[in-house]
């Protein structure tokens, strides 16, 4: 396992409650088990092999050698004592159709590594941030450019940071992972208000849709440098690393 995927873990809060969406074969799930220890880590997959031309380049599409079902029977098999105990919890669906069933604001970690794809990508962070409690972790995977799901990881993962300058901070940039941090002040709380309620993939698509700003005609605006994090853009565009799906 490459040692920048590892290293995100360091972050995550032992002994804490997490969920990975995109569990896959379940490797890094072990690690998270062994180094974090959670008291509930919930694995949320579709483990679905999908007719779908935009996946044909991934390890579940239709064309896979991976067969998925089996997967997600071998993995039950594995984590049987965990999930007798309560410790590992199986959520098979795509994200919007499972998150409802943790609480929000409940979680100190979220590993994303589902879809890579844009859409996808922004409904799992949008749905882990309702999730996370403040001064929780979201993680990012394959935050790079080039292979078969192209910007749509980055372009997620910057949109989100733009949405939420107030609220979020990009606390580790390392080759191809990025983890984000809820901050835990007054104004997290505020923000987490206003944050829409997603019932299933439409609504999300619509609330992300970008609104045009309302502004009067002649209204003079004011000069100012924009708020929120500066990127090292180098560490988040300009470095070349080997990709996991």
Known sequence: MKRTRAS???LFKERGRGAEI???????????????????????????????????????????KYDMEQMYQDLTEQFSRRAANGQV???RGKTADMMHHIEDNSLDFVYVDGDHR??????????????????????????????????????????????????????????NQVVLQRHTTDIAN???????????????????????????ANTALPEEKPQGLVLRMSSLFGRSSTAEV
Not at 39 to 45: N, S
Not at 119 to 124: L, S
Not at 190 to 216: C, H, N, Y
């Open 89 to 91: 919890e199986f959520l």
């Open 118 to 175: 844009y859409d996808a990508v922004k409904i799992d962070i949008e749905m882990a941030y309702q999730k996370v409690k403040p001064g929780g972790h979201i993680a990012v995977d394959d935050h790079v450019l080039g292979y078969w799901w192209e910007d749509g990881v980055v372009r997620a993962v910057n949109e989100f940071v733009g949405r939420y300058p107030r609220d979020i901070s990009i606390v580790a940039c390392d080759e």
């Open 8 to 10: 995100v873990l360091e």
């Open 190 to 216: 505020g923000l987490t208000d206003d944050a829409p309620d997603f019932e299933d993939i439409e609504t999300v698509a619509e609330a992300l849709m970008p609104q045009e700003p309302q502004i009067a």
């Open 22 to 64: 995109g569990v896959f074969a379940g490797n890094f799930t072990k690690r998270i088990l062994r180094q974090v220890n959670p008291t509930k880590l919930y694995l949320i997959d579709p483990w679905v092999n999908f007719d779908d031309p935009g996946l044909e380049k991934s390890w579940y599409g239709k064309e896979s």
